[in-house]
Every structure is written in structure tokens, then in C-alpha cells.
């Protein structure tokens, strides 16, 4: 025997209300956060990297590498400790030159620099890994691999 179109509606209405009121209270996953979650698992799928798009380091990020504070807007690692990427929005009034201050501080020394007229460059070293520090506006990028021998 078949529902009634009644009974029919009256389901539909009910899961509609279900999913409005798990919407609204908050304990609906947001839809960004499934799409960076999605994108993150493709990339790391393809890649055999860690990544993030938002707040987190890679697992095996170099702890000597002195990072600026700031929102994570971007964060990866190459497998095996091949090299990360990691992406910060900084509300300081020169991000680059804080991000080369924490660096220096933490024992590491410039090898070169470049500059242009929105966005500089600056490399540095401890030894042990090499980091590209490159700003634009508000934002810093970290490049970091390990020394070559």
C-alpha cells in the first residue's frame, strides 16, 4: 500500500525542519569547512603531503623555524620532510621584517635578498634548512627545505 500524499508531505516537511534546526543551532558542519576539507584530502591524496587550509602545520614542520605570528591561512609538507609551505596573514605594520626578526633570533642568517616595489624576499639559513620568507601586503610565505649538503 502506498503513502498517502499527505503522510508524503508531512515527511518531507518534518526532515526539512530536522535539517533547519541542526542548521541553525550550529551543529551543521559549515559548507567552507567540508570544501577546505575536501580540497585538503584531494591534495594530500594526490601529493602524499600533509596540508591545511586554515590553523595547522604539518605534523613535521620544523620546530627551529620561527614563524611570525598570525592566522594560518595555508599550510603543507612535501613527504618525507621534503619541504613545507606555509602561508600567514599578519596584522603587523611590516610582516616580512617581523618574520626576518624571529628568524634572525632564532639563530638563522640571511643569504639574499630581493625586493620589489609590492612584495620582498629574503632568504635564510641555520644550517639545517633554507627559508624563503616573501610578503605581499599583509600576508607572509615561508618556504623552508632542508640544507642541501
Known amino acids: 500500500m502506498r503513502p498517502s500524499t499527505t503522510h508524503r508531505r508531512m515527511g518531507i516537511a518534518a526532515v526539512i525542519a530536522v535539517l533547519t534546526a541542526t542548521m541553525l543551532s550550529g551543529c551543521f558542519p559549515n ?5 577546505n576539507q575536501g580540497v585538503e ?6 601529493t602524499g603531503g600533509d596540508v591545511s587550509l586554515g590553523g595547522e602545520l604539518p605534523a613535521d614542520f620544523p ?3 620561527a614563524l611570525i605570528d598570525g592566522d594560518i591561512s595555508f599550510a603543507g609538507g612535501a613527504p618525507g620532510g621534503e619541504g613545507w609551505v606555509v ?10 621584517a617581523d618574520a626576518a626578526a ?8 640571511e643569504d639574499t635578498t630581493l625586493n620589489g616595489d609590492t612584495a620582498s624576499a629574503v ?21 623552508v627545505t632542508p640544507q642541501p649538503k
Open 87 to 96: 602561508m600567514i596573514s599578519s596584522s603587523a605594520a611590516d610582516p616580512v
Open 63 to 65: 620546530e627551529s623555524v
Open 41 to 46: 584530502d584531494a591534495i594530500e591524496e594526490a
Open 102 to 109: 624571529k628568524l634572525e633570533a632564532a639563530g638563522f642568517t
Open 123 to 143: 632568504v635564510y639559513s641555520d644550517g639545517e634548512y633554507l627559508v624563503l620568507i616573501a610578503g605581499d601586503g599583509d600576508v607572509v610565505s615561508y618556504t
Open 31 to 35: 559548507p567552507g569547512d567540508l570544501v
